[in-house]
């Protein structure tokens, strides 16, 4: 199950009245949240609106799964992709282990890190999964061209077999490229965005490889589905899209995500790109300026309540924490007596699972009690089914926030121009007059 308590959301309150504004706002705002559910629902037949992630749970894993049983010769995978081609798969990775390949993601261009990765791997028993839906991405195209480059070297035309590519089924430059060399590919559906395709081959290939249970994520990401179909008293990620979005309104501009968990210490870089690209934006739909959106902050318990929650209780009243805890460990340590450290009584015999789950609640409470909004999404465990259900749920929650912001959340054109200068920059055709500006304003690489 997953589940998620408000009982801290009002920032007004303690005690047992907490959570009444929070009931009453709640049904102030359902008459908005059902259109937004119905405007979402409208749009899903068309392949503009992007709105493909929606229908991911649903595909059949097995062609991932077939390529993954093949391709078990293969100790190390190369993951070569950047922001939403590879946040999701590396916090679902990191959080779920598996018993396959070890993923490397190589997700920026610092020469220092990719030669050393390089350096350490035997290319015969290294796969190259190169994602890029175009195939234009500057990042993820220069570290292929120097993996191509390092298998041929090593490997002859034997090369062929390792590398598997993730692209657009029709168009793009690595599509073409695939074909001619006769690759293994797998597609990025058109009406899919890089933050929202976790669930497609991008994420869904790399964790098959990895050992992961792909299959459960995808159950666990239907029961997401099924809860933002129903109506708003039983609809979680129109819930959680409320609270962020009237915490924004009374100037809670900043959303903290905050799992209790080492192993979820990746999900919150995933999650700022989701909610950094989806809703910052200058436009609403109407075409009217308004430069809006939560400024996304990650954190992990309980090694962050010794360094940002004296922030989060103390400091300006601009932050909304959200909280992710599960219920049970898949493992714990009792914490044994030891004689001579009696002051350290009250841990004897208690569990770390405990201790753990002790420090999330005292955390939550005492920035309630300091009048600072929180609420908790309470995973059963943390395993592939809730991991995915989490993951989709938050998905949901986005695209809820861009029908209560009036904004389109699954475009990102403040990213755009940043890569044409970086084009301009390098010389590439077609960016001449770019090149030109750049060069006028003394910029240089």
Same mark, same amino acid.
């Given at each position: 199950m997953l589940q998620v308590d408000f009982a801290n959301i009002d920032s007004s309150r303690v005690g047992p009245d907490r959570g009444v504004e929070w009931e009453?706002?709640? +049904?102030?705002? /359902?008459?908005?949240?059902?259109?937004?559910?119905? @405007?979402l629902e409208a749009r899903r037949g068309d392949p503009e609106a992007m709105l493909g992630w929606i229908r991911l749970p649903e595909a059949d894993p097995a062609p991932l799964l077939d390529y993954a049983a093949a391709a078990s010769w293969a100790r190390d995978v190369l993951v070569l992709g950047i922001g939403g081609s590879a946040l999701g798969a590396r916090a679902l990775a990191a959080a779920l282990g598996g018993a396959g390949a070890r993923l490397h993601f190589v997700d920026n261009v610092e020469?220092?890190? #990719? @030669?050393?990765?390089?350096? %350490?791997?035997?290319?015969?028993?290294?796969?190259?999964?190169?994602?890029?839906?175009?195939? /234009? /991405?500057? &990042?993820t195209m220069a570290a292929f061209l120097l993996a191509l480059d390092w298998l041929r070297r090593a490997l002859g035309d034997d090369w062929k077999r390792h590398v598997v590519v993730t692209t657009d089924p029709e168009k793009g430059i690595l599509r073409p490229f695939a074909a001619r060399h006769d690759l293994a590919s797998f597609a990025v559906p058109p009406d899919v965005g890089g933050r929202f395709s976790v669930f497609s081959p991008v994420g869904l290939l790399p964790l098959a490889l990895a050992g992961v249970d792909v299959a459960a994520l !995808?159950? %666990?990401?239907? *029961?997401?589905? +099924?809860?933002? $179909?129903?109506?708003?008293?039983?609809?979680?990620?129109?819930?959680? $899209? !409320?609270? *962020?979005y009237l915490a924004w309104r009374k100037g809670q501009r900043i959303s903290v995500l905050m799992p209790y968990s080492s192993r979820l210490a990746l999900l919150p870089a995933w999650f700022v790109q989701l909610h950094a690209e989806s809703l910052g934006k200058a436009y609403d739909r109407s075409g009217s300026r308004?430069?809006? %959106?939560?400024?996304?902050?990650?954190? #992990?318990?309980?090694?962050?309540?010794?360094? *940002? =929650?004296?922030?989060?209780?103390?400091?300006?009243?601009?932050?909304?924490? =959200?909280?992710?805890?599960h219920r049970q460990a898949d493992r714990d340590l009792e914490l044994p007596a030891? &004689?001579?450290? &009696?002051? !350290? @009584?009250?841990?004897?015999?208690?569990?770390?699972?405990?201790?753990?789950?002790?420090?999330? @609640?005292?955390?939550?409470?005492?920035?309630?009690?300091?009048?600072?909004p929180n609420y908790t999404i309470f995973l059963d465990r943390a395993d592939a089914f809730h991991l995915g259900w989490l993951l989709q749920h938050l998905m949901w929650q986005t695209a809820y926030l861009g029908e209560l912001f009036d904004v389109n959340a699954f475009d990102q054109p403040g990213v755009e121009l940043g890569k044409q200068y970086t084009y301009a920059l390098l010389g590439r055709p077609g960016y001449e007059e770019l090149a030109a500006e750049l060069k006028r304003a003394g910029v240089k690489p």
């Open positions: 009453r706002e709640l +049904a102030a705002a /359902t008459p908005r949240l059902r259109e937004a559910r119905e @405007a020469p220092e890190p #990719v @030669a050393a990765l390089f350096d %350490g791997l035997d290319p015969r028993t290294t796969l190259v999964n190169v994602i890029s839906k175009s195939g /234009t /991405t500057a &990042e !995808l159950r %666990g990401a239907r *029961q997401a589905n +099924a809860s933002a $179909a129903r109506e708003v008293a039983e609809n979680l990620p129109a819930q959680t $899209a !409320l609270a *962020q308004v430069h809006l %959106g939560p400024t996304p902050l990650g954190a #992990v318990g309980a090694t962050d309540q010794h360094s *940002q =929650v004296q922030l989060f209780r103390e400091g300006p009243f601009d932050k909304l924490v =959200v909280f992710v805890r030891e &004689e001579g450290l &009696e002051e !350290l @009584a009250y841990l004897f015999g208690k569990s770390l699972f405990t201790l753990l789950s002790a420090e999330a @609640a005292a955390t939550a409470h005492a920035l309630a009690a300091a009048r600072r």
